[in-house]
């Protein structure tokens, strides 16, 4: 009897443990949290709570050696009451259907927060693209093209760059839709080069929105920026860029990973250097010898920690090792619910990923206004752009944090699923 007991608390520890590893699950109790508190009935949540379509793909490919692998892939769109979908695509061994719709589910709240006409959208490929040659991706992102064309286009729904995929890519997707759809659709995708239609600042976006929230986040803590250290996980498009801003504005990165480890120089890493010797995949740490592992980066001591890689990384094993007083969400899902609680409880201020990753989506929207109205943008109007639309939402959702007594990652939620709930309301969807 008493062993029967321990084997039950334990398959009962256990199956919490998954659940708050599990991104589709631990979105789905915050969003009806959120919704519970905005006044919603059960509905709103039973019609929000999954995508209302998911499309899964098998893309063969001819690889360089002559034979054909298949590869499997999936568009998930969240909700489009309040317009298209929209979203990035990754290509990442580990990408999973249940992944791929709980960060479109993300993207919806994103258009929400910093209030885009969009709903949410997300693809992703199982596949590892640093295996891979250059005709490889091609045919591979040209082959994901084909099989998505029916469910996707300027007005449906509007990729976009995520992990492990860049603006190369978007060029090889938007053209191979032009040839499917016989007419040239710049407003198709997002994240394009910039002499294919994309947008000044949209490279840098995801990371000056970051940057946006950290100055923000600093100022209601009174913490500095100048001399302040911080500690970057990841080094790609979010990380790196992060790192080169955070540096600029004074202050000292003292940690930096990439997916095969960390470096970390208590007085400062030359970032400089770093971001001229890292690879398109992100990889900088293979080129020293003296790394310390991911694990170890997370618990430095530092001022702000910002998880710029992948999902779970900040869990209820380390977050009472976590020494930073903000943590701010580059990433895409690096915190575990259970996380967020005991860095809440420890009294660390956590800018959840819905609000401070959004300056990708942000300005991929403008990219899309651009080729909407074929008139384009300098870098510094993108980016005072950019700047009201993240302070603005900043404010909204600190604010909202402040007088409901709730965590920064239920506030967001509520400020990101008010409106798609408003529009499919009026729809009469509910
Ligand atoms: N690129 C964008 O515009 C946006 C990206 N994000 C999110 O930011 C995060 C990073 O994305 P990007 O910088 O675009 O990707 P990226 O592909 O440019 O870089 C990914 C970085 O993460 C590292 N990494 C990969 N697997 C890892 C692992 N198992 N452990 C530790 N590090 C690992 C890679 O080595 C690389 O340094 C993702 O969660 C993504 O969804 C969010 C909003 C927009
Ligand atoms: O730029 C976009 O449209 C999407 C960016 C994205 O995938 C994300 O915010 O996670």
Not at 147 to 159: E, F, M, R
Not at 361 to 387: A, C, D
């Amino acid at each position: 009897m008493g062993n029967h007991e321990v084997v039950t608390e334990n398959t009962q520890g256990k199956k919490e443990q998954q659940e708050s590893m599990n991104l589709l699950h631990s979105t789905q109790t915050v969003i009806k949290e959120a919704l519970e508190k905005l006044g919603y009935q059960e509905a709103m949540y039973e019609l929000l709570k999954e995508p209302l379509r998911v499309l899964t793909v098998r893309i063969p490919v001819r690889m360089d050696n002559g034979e054909v692998k298949v590869f499997t892939g999936y568009r998930s769109q969240h909700n489009d009451a309040v317009g298209p979908a929209k979203g990035g695509i990754r290509f990442h061994p580990e990408v999973t259907e249940d992944e791929v719709k709980a960060l479109s589910i993300w993207m919806s709240l994103k258009a929400g927060i910093v209030d885009l006409p969009y709903g949410g959208g997300k693809g992703g490929i199982i596949c590892d693209p640093r295996e891979m040659s250059f005709r490889e991706l091609e045919r591979l992102s040209r082959g994901y093209v084909r099989a998505i064309s029916q469910i996707v286009g300027p007005t449906k729904d509007i990729p976009a760059p995520d992990v492990f995929t860049n603006s190369q890519i978007m060029a090889w997707m938007m053209d191979e839709y032009s040839r499917i759809r016989e007419f040239d659709s710049p407003g198709f995708i997002t994240g394009k080069p910039i002499a294919l239609g994309g947008s000044h600042g949209r490279e840098t976006a995801t990371a000056k929105g970051v940057t946006i929230c950290i100055r923000e986040a600093a100022k209601r803590r009174g913490i500095q920026l100048e001399g302040a250290r911080v500690v970057v996980q990841g080094f790609g498009n979010a990380g790196s860029y992060l790192s080169k801003f955070m540096h600029d504005a004074g202050a000292k990165v003292v940690g930096i990973s990439d997916a095969y480890g960390a470096l970390y120089d208590p007085n400062g890493l030359d970032i400089d250097y770093l971001l001229d010797r890292r690879d398109s995949f992100g990889t900088v740490t293979k080129l020293f010898n003296n790394t310390i592992s991911n694990k170890e980066l997370l618990e430095l001591e530092c001022d702000i920690l910002v998880p710029a890689a992948i999902e779970n990384q900040i869990t209820a094993e380390n977050a009472h090792n976590i020494k930073a007083q903000i943590v701010v969400e580059a990433a895409n899902g690096p915190t575990t619910l259970e996380a967020t609680k005991i860095l809440t409880e420890r009294g660390i201020l956590l800018v959840p990923d819905v609000l401070a990753s959004s300056g990708g989506v942000t300005v991929s929207y403008f990219e899309w206004v651009q080729n909407n109205q074929g008139y384009y943008w300098s870098e510094e109007e993108v980016i005072e752009k950019l700047e009201k639309v993240l302070v603005k939402a900043f404010e909204n959702v600190y604010s909202l944090a402040q007088t409901r007594r709730i965590d920064m990652r239920l506030a967001a939620y509520m400020v990101g699923v008010r409106k798609m709930a408003e529009a499919s309301r009026f729809r009469g969807w509910v």
